[in-house]
């Protein structure tokens, strides 16, 4: 069964740095693009971070998070630096593996607040 579980966020001050983890099972992340979304309240989804040969990043973020594969852990994480309350949001792990709409994580919140 293919499965993605997230852990991390929560709450941090401005300037602060957080990494969100996304554990998968089923399948191993070195074979499928993988992806993080975040949407925070009263916004459409927005592309965080792809990783398909390349990563590329959302200009928003460009600079300060990073997309990282642990291949041995089967894990990809998302490090979050500098972080602003702009980005604060429900923010969600992709594997584009099992359905055309990909797998998603349970999501996870992170909260920019002083």
């Known amino acids: 069964q293919v499965q993605l579980v997230q852990s991390g966020g929560g709450l941090v001050q401005p300037g602060g740095s957080l990494r969100l983890s996304c554990a998968a099972s089923?399948?191993?992340?070195?074979?499928?693009?993988m992806s993080w979304y975040r949407q925070a309240p009263g916004k459409e989804r927005e592309l965080v971070a792809a990783?398909?040969?390349?990563?590329n990043y959302a200009d928003s973020v460009k600079g300060r998070f990073t997309l990282d594969r642990d291949n041995a852990e089967n894990t990809v994480y998302l490090h979050m630096n500098s972080l602003k309350p702009e980005d604060t949001a429900v923010y969600y792990c992709?594997?584009?593996?099992?359905?055309?709409?990909?797998?998603w994580g349970q999501g996870t919140q992170v909260t920019v607040s002083s």
């Open positions: 992709v594997a584009w593996v099992g359905t055309p709409g990909g797998t």
């Open positions: 089923g399948f191993h992340i070195r074979t499928y693009a």
């Open positions: 990783a398909a040969g390349s990563i």
